[in-house]
């Protein structure tokens, strides 16, 4: 006789997970199904960030040039102390020398004396301190003394000095290396923003930054202002014999420069020294409006004061932008960040 039991039914924990199960797929389908591919950023996209990277590079130079600045400076103020140290060290030699040569002259004459022992022991300070001493010395031993005792203290205090220079620059030779590693890794990150684009994406930036430095170029009218000065008249005109050499990091030209290089270079060539670093440029000199440049004055743009050019007249400036630029005239308006201030040397 044939079997007639009722099918098992499935748990009501099996049947749970069974749909749970299902309802995942279907919604991992969906999900599929409505995803779309990530997209690459665009031209245009890259474009700010890289201007925003090559932003940032310039502000590392600046810091760079600073540091780089303060490190020479450093480096000859230890050798001229180091210089003094070593002279004094042989001015101190003679007047021992001459000490001794007294104290054998007195123990020829007649037998060496306590007190002329005493000063030729390594620590006259000590001798000279104990007054009642002097009388029996000659006024040319106790001047010979006081002679030693004076550059014993000077030369303590150029090597106190020479030491606490040593530690600064060792201080500035690190941060010279970090702000190197940041201008660096900034330059290298826009670098691989821009490997991203194809071949026609990378002419067409190419063709737009070219026109850009062509129009700023034809596009400019000076109109018919005049110069701060005659210096500033000159080194207005030397910048302007550098048009179209390209931006780079840390140069002062004349192949190349950044914008503190183009701004030192030119009041250089108009036989005036000025600091290195645009933030120091920023220190000199007398303070500025919008309304009261004239050409040839230093304009500062940006909070951090990381940019700098000459003004041009009618609103525009003649300067060294960035990365991937080259020296050419720009409308005050475009330059990317605040205008600060002006400075006439």
């Not at 203290?153 to 010279?176: F, N």
């Not at 691989?192 to 684009?197: E, F, H, I, P, S």
């Not at 400019?220 to 179209?244: D, I, K």
Request: aromatic share 6%; net charge positive; glycine share 8%.
């Amino acid at each position: 006789m044939a079997s007639h039991r009722r099918p098992k039914q499935p748990s009501r924990t099996r049947v749970t997970v069974l749909t749970t199960a299902a309802a995942a797929a279907v919604a991992l389908s969906a999900q599929a199904a409505n995803a779309t591919p990530s997209q690459k950023p665009g031209k245009d996209e890259v474009k700010a960030k890289v201007d925003k990277l090559y932003e940032q590079a310039e502000q590392a130079t600046e810091k760079y040039n600073g540091a780089k600045e303060k490190q020479q400076k450093l480096q000859k103020e230890i050798s001229a102390i180091q210089d003094g140290v070593a002279r004094g060290q042989q001015e101190l030699n003679k007047l021992r020398d001459g000490l001794g040569s007294m104290a054998s002259a007195q123990y020829r004459s007649g037998g060496l004396d306590a007190s002329v022992q005493l000063f030729l022991s390594s620590d006259p300070d000590d001798f000279l301190d104990k007054a009642s001493t002097l009388d029996q010395l000659s006024g040319q031993q106790v001047s010979a003394l006081k002679k030693i005792q004076a550059k014993q203290r000077t030369l303590a205090q150029q090597r106190a000095e020479a030491t606490e220079k040593l530690k600064d620059l060792a201080t500035t030779r690190t941060e010279l290396g970090h702000k190197k590693q940041e201008m660096q890794g900034k330059l290298a990150e826009a670098q691989k923003l821009l490997n991203t684009l194809t071949a026609k994406e990378k002419s067409a930036l190419a063709h737009e930054q070219q026109r850009a430095s062509r129009s700023a170029t034809e596009r400019v009218q000076l109109g018919n202002e005049n110069s701060a000065s005659g210096r500033a008249a000159a080194a207005f005109a030397a910048a302007q014999t550098q048009l179209g050499k390209p931006y780079f990091r840390g140069a002062t030209g004349t192949a190349s420069y950044d914008c503190s290089g183009l701004t030192s270079w030119a009041y250089a060539q108009a036989g005036v020294h000025i600091p290195r670093t645009s933030e120091e440029q920023a220190g000199i000199g007398t303070r500025l409006t919008r309304s009261q440049l004239q050409v040839g004055d230093l304009v500062f743009f940006f909070n951090d004061l990381h940019h700098v050019g000459l003004y041009a007249g009618n609103g525009q400036i003649l300067h060294a932008p960035r990365t991937g630029t080259v020296v050419r005239y720009e409308s005050m308006d475009t330059i990317g960040g605040p205008f600060m201030f002006g400075v006439r040397v």
